[in-house]
């Protein structure tokens, strides 16, 4: 299993932007990876996948404003969030599928003024 460590989070007021960053301990070529979040309260949720090819898939609630991208050279996955609202408030986890899943062991994000 490739071992996954997100960095970025933190505080931010509604309308503003982080970039989390998710480094693989080993190479992700081939790998499919996505980011996840989890609310207080609430289930796990996937947020953004992009895969080998490069194709990206966003959920509803953050197409326009999240960017997920790879620099498979420095193995590593980023998510841009841009426009923040307190209902991004979350744990994000970084999660890198191949044969198995591998998980982050995540970064808080809080919007709030």
């Known amino acids: 299993q490739v071992q996954l460590v997100e960095s970025g989070g933190g505080l931010v007021q509604p309308g503003g932007s982080l970039r989390l960053s998710c480094a693989a301990s080993?190479?992700?070529?081939?790998?499919?990876m996505d980011w996840f979040r989890q609310a207080p309260g609430k289930q796990r949720e996937a947020v953004a996948t992009i895969t080998s090819g490069g194709g990206t898939v966003y959920a509803d609630s953050v197409k326009g404003r999240f960017t997920i991208s790879r620099d498979s050279a420095k193995n590593t996955v980023y998510l841009q969030m841009n426009n923040l609202k307190p209902e991004d408030t979350a744990v994000y986890y970084c999660?890198?599928?191949?044969?198995?899943?591998?998980w982050g062991q995540g970064t808080q994000v809080t919007v709030s003024s």
């Open positions: 080993a190479s992700i070529f081939g790998f499919t």
């Open positions: 999660s890198a599928v191949q044969y198995t899943r591998s």
